[in-house]
């Protein structure tokens, strides 16, 4: 028993640990994926598709089947007996049919290739789905670290407007300083303090948001890791590389598929104008047992009442025209499917060039934010100087503060904004390599 309880004690332990261990990018992407509400959608529209073909190929099977009724007859049995006479009988029939399409002008196989088109139009819709998910985490989980290192640069702000205060307190005991001085010290101090617990309320939403996202209930200890990649060491992605085949990408591949279909549901529609041809068979059978009469037995009976058939069935259309209405159907949706495809393909072109052009203007952000960020630090670090030799106002410090700190803030925004837009390019390469 001890040991049992030593065990399961573990095993918590070790499930607490695991939860506890920071998640990194693919940890959130592959948590997110297993119960994302829009992939599984997609999973199951996937099976109906599959449902939906099973049916179409069901069509060449042969529809057998089997009936039976109880009737009370009452009245004259001549046809039964061959003999006028009226009686009141109770009567079982038996039947059994079964029917087989041989020719149906194409529909069958038509309607079953529209079904497996549909059915990799899915599949598509599927990994385009995943992709999508794949990006929406990616840019809350960006999100959640540019908020953290926003929140440390509110710290560290706090903390150096803090050592300020110290040291003009100082100054002002030595007589060095006055009044207003410490009075602009502490606004700075305050200014930054809540500048800091709005970035750490920030980072809390960012974490909250990233959570919910990838469907995790319970974040009490969930916590994320930073890049183990930095700027410099993101692999690019040329343009040329992410246009050179439109049509891998699963948008434009599910469109086509879709085209396909189209066209075959067109096939099929035309098909069911022409002649079909099937094969039939039945048999019938039937008991009675008139009351008060004597009749054969069951065994006679059954041998000499039975009859069957066996021919084909030739259905030649005349006037249909509700078909003909699902024929100009078919034709309005087979050409909405070409333009849908058109428009697709301008449009999945648009969103690479688009996406390709923010990775590298953000990039290029990212160099000016770095650039501006060590100018503000030097003139920062020189106005340090200029105030402990008396020669510039606690003001004029603070606010060369303020613009170092509003540099470095930007320099983390455009960071992480490139990062997301390197990340998105690499998904978007990754189906063309898939």
């Known amino acids: 028993m001890a040991k049992r309880i030593f065990l399961a004690l573990l095993l918590l332990n070790l499930t607490s640990t695991a939860f506890a261990q920071a998640w990194d990018l693919d940890s959130c992407v592959n948590y997110a994926l297993a119960g994302n509400a829009e992939v599984r959608h ?77 059915l990799k139009s899915a599949a598509e819709d599927i990994s385009l789905s995943m992709v999508n998910t794949r990006i929406r985490v990616a840019a809350a989980y960006m999100q959640l670290l540019g908020c953290r290192s926003q929140e440390q640069l509110a710290l560290r702000r706090a903390e150096l407007c803090r050592e300020q205060l110290q040291r003009v307190q100082t100054l002002v005991d030595e007589g060095r300083r006055t009044d207003a001085d410490l009075a602009e010290a502490r606004a700075a101090l305050s200014r930054a303090d809540y500048l800091h617990t709005a970035a750490k309320g920030n980072s809390d939403i960012a974490r909250i948001a990233l959570a919910n996202l990838i469907g995790l209930e319970d974040i009490s200890g ?58 039939f068979a039945n048999y019938n059978n039937y008991l009675y047992q008139p009351f008060g009469v004597k009749v054969p037995g069951v065994g006679a009976q059954l041998l000499h009442n039975g009859w069957g058939a066996l021919g084909l069935k030739l259905e030649v259309p005349i006037l249909n025209a509700g078909q003909k209405i699902q024929v100009d159907k078919a034709a309005m949706a087979l050409e909405d499917a070409r333009v849908n495809l058109d428009e697709t393909r301008r449009e999945i072109s648009r969103q690479l060039r688009e996406s390709y052009l923010q990775t590298v203007s953000a990039r290029e952000r990212y160099n000016s934010a770095v650039s501006a960020e060590q100018a503000a630090k030097e003139a920062y670090d020189y106005q340090q100087r200029m105030y402990e030799a008396g020669l510039c106002t606690t003001y004029d410090l603070g606010q060369s503060r303020l613009n170092w700190f509003s540099a470095s803030e930007e320099t983390v925004r455009s960071k992480y904004e490139y990062l997301l837009r390197n990340k998105i390019l690499g998904y978007y390469r990754n189906l063309l390599q898939n």
């Open 222 to 279: 969930f916590e994320i890791k930073d890049l183990e990649e930095g700027v410099e060491d993101t692999p690019e992605v040329s343009l040329p590389s992410l246009l050179g085949d439109i049509d891998a990408y699963p948008a434009v591949r599910s469109v086509q598929f879709n085209l396909k279909s189209a066209e075959y549901q067109q096939k099929a529609a035309k098909g069911a104008l022409l002649p079909q041809l099937s094969l």
């Open 42 to 118: 997609r999973k199951m529209q996937y099976g109906i598709r599959q449902e939906e073909l099973a049916e179409a190929a069901a069509r060449r099977i042969p529809v057998v089947s089997l009936g039976a009724q109880e009737l009370l007859h009452s009245g004259n049995a001549l046809i039964m007996y061959s003999v006028d006479q009226v009686v009141t009988m109770s009567l079982t029939q038996v039947a059994a049919s079964m029917e087989m399409p041989l020719l149906t002008g194409g529909a069958i196989p038509n309607s079953k290739a529209a079904k497996e088109y549909a």
